[in-house]
C-alpha cells in the first residue's frame, strides 16, 4: 500500500510538473508572438515615408512660368542678361537638384547621418545672400513694373503657403524617425528618403527667402514667419468655421428633435382626444340603452296595465248579465212551488 501510494503521488506530481512546463511554453510562444506582431507593426508604421508629402507642384509651376514670363520680357527690352537670372542665388534650380540627388546619395551610403538641421541651412543661407548683396548686384525682380512685382510677390507668397503643411509635418517627424533610425527599427531605404526630401525642403526654404529678397530687399527675412503666421491664422479660420458648422449642425438638430418632440406630443394629443371622444360617445350609447331599456320597460307596464283594465272590464260585464237571469229563474221556481 505505501509503495502504490508513493508511485502514484510522484505520477501525480510528474503529471502536474509536465502541465506547467507546458503552460509556461505555451504562454512564452504566445508572448514571443505578440513581441514579434509588435515589431513588425513598429518597422511597418517606421517604414512609411510620412514625409512623402508631395511638393506643392502647382504653386511651384505657377510661379515659375510667371517668373520666367516677366525675365523673358525684360530680356525683350534689353534691360537684363541671360546670366542674371539667377545670379543672386546661391542655390539654383539645377544646384538645388543636383544638391538633392547628392544628400539622397550620401544618406543611402552612410548609417549614422544625423538629421539635418534647418539652422545650419538657414546659416548658409544668410551667408549667400550677405556675399550676393556684398557683390553689389541688383536683382532683376526690381527692374519690374509695381504691378508685375505685386503679382510675383502673390504667387511667391502662395507657394511659400503650399510649403507650410510639409515643414511641419517634416519638422515633427525629424527627431523620431532619427531614433527609430538609430535602433534599428527604420529602414536605411526610408530614411535616406526621408533624409533627401528634408533636405529639398530646406532647399526649398532657401530658394523662396531668396526669391523674397530679390522682390523687396527686406521681405527675405521676415517671409517665412509672416507665412507660418499667415497659415495659423487659417487653420484658425478653418477650426472657426468648422465648430460653426457643427454648431450649426447641432441647432438643426436640436430644432429637429423639438420638431419631432412637438410632433409626438401633437400625435399624443391627437390619441388622447380620441380616446376621450370615444369614452364619451360610449357613455353616449350606454345612456341611450338604459333610455330604451326603460322606455321598453314603461311600454311594458302600460301593456300589462291594459291588459288588466280590459280583462276587469270583461269581468264587469259578465257579472251585469248574469243577475237579471238569475231572479227569472227564481221567480219560476217560486210560482212552481205555490202552485203545488
Given amino acids: 500500500m505505501d509503495l502504490s ?26 508572448e514571443g508572438a505578440k513581441t514579434r506582431e509588435r515589431q513588425q507593426l513598429l518597422q511597418e508604421a517606421a517604414g512609411e515615408d510620412n514625409c512623402s508629402i508631395d511638393p506643392p507642384i502647382k504653386e511651384i509651376e505657377e510661379y515659375e512660368a510667371a517668373r520666367q514670363q516677366l525675365f523673358s520680357l525684360l530680356l525683350q527690352q534689353q534691360q537684363v542678361t541671360p ?15 543636383s544638391s538633392s540627388s547628392s544628400s539622397s546619395s550620401s544618406c543611402s551610403s552612410s548609417h549614422d547621418n544625423k538629421p539635418p538641421d534647418n539652422n545650419s541651412n538657414s546659416n548658409n543661407n544668410n551667408s549667400s545672400s550677405s556675399s550676393s548683396s556684398s557683390t553689389g548686384l541688383r536683382p532683376w525682380q ?91 491664422l487659417g487653420e484658425t479660420q478653418k477650426l472657426r468655421q468648422k465648430m460653426q458648422q457643427q454648431q450649426m449642425q447641432q441647432q438643426q438638430q436640436q430644432q429637429q428633435q423639438q420638431m419631432q418632440m412637438q410632433q409626438q406630443q401633437m400625435q399624443q394629443q391627437q390619441v388622447q382626444m380620441q380616446v376621450q371622444q370615444q369614452m364619451q360617445q360610449q357613455k353616449v350609447n350606454q345612456e341611450q340603452q338604459k333610455q330604451q331599456v326603460v322606455q ?28 237579471p237571469q238569475t231572479k227569472q229563474t227564481n221567480t219560476k221556481n217560486n210560482q212552481n212551488k205555490k202552485k203545488q
Fill in 5 to 30: 501510494s508513493v508511485s502514484v503521488g510522484w505520477v501525480c506530481f510528474f503529471l502536474l510538473f509536465a502541465a506547467a512546463v507546458g503552460a509556461a511554453g505555451y504562454l512564452l510562444l504566445q
Fill in 83 to 97: 546670366e542674371e537670372e539667377y545670379a543672386y542665388a546661391s542655390n539654383p534650380p539645377a544646384a538645388r537638384s
Fill in 142 to 232: 526690381q527692374l519690374l513694373l509695381p504691378e508685375d512685382r505685386k503679382k510675383l510677390k502673390l504667387l511667391l507668397m502662395r507657394r511659400a503657403l503650399a510649403n507650410v503643411p510639409r515643414w511641419t509635418v517634416v519638422s515633427a517627424a525629424a527627431a523620431a524617425k532619427y531614433r527609430l533610425y538609430r535602433h534599428g527599427l527604420l529602414q536605411q531605404q526610408a530614411w535616406a528618403a526621408f533624409a533627401a526630401a528634408q533636405e529639398e525642403l530646406n532647399l526649398e526654404l532657401e530658394f523662396i527667402k531668396e526669391e523674397a529678397a530679390a522682390i523687396e530687399p527686406s521681405w527675405g527675412a521676415t517671409i517665412l514667419r509672416d507665412t507660418v503666421l499667415l497659415h495659423r
Fill in 296 to 323: 321598453r320597460q314603461q311600454q311594458q307596464q302600460q301593456q300589462q296595465q291594459q291588459q288588466q283594465q280590459q280583462q276587469q272590464a270583461a269581468k264587469h260585464k259578465g257579472g251585469k248579465a248574469e243577475g
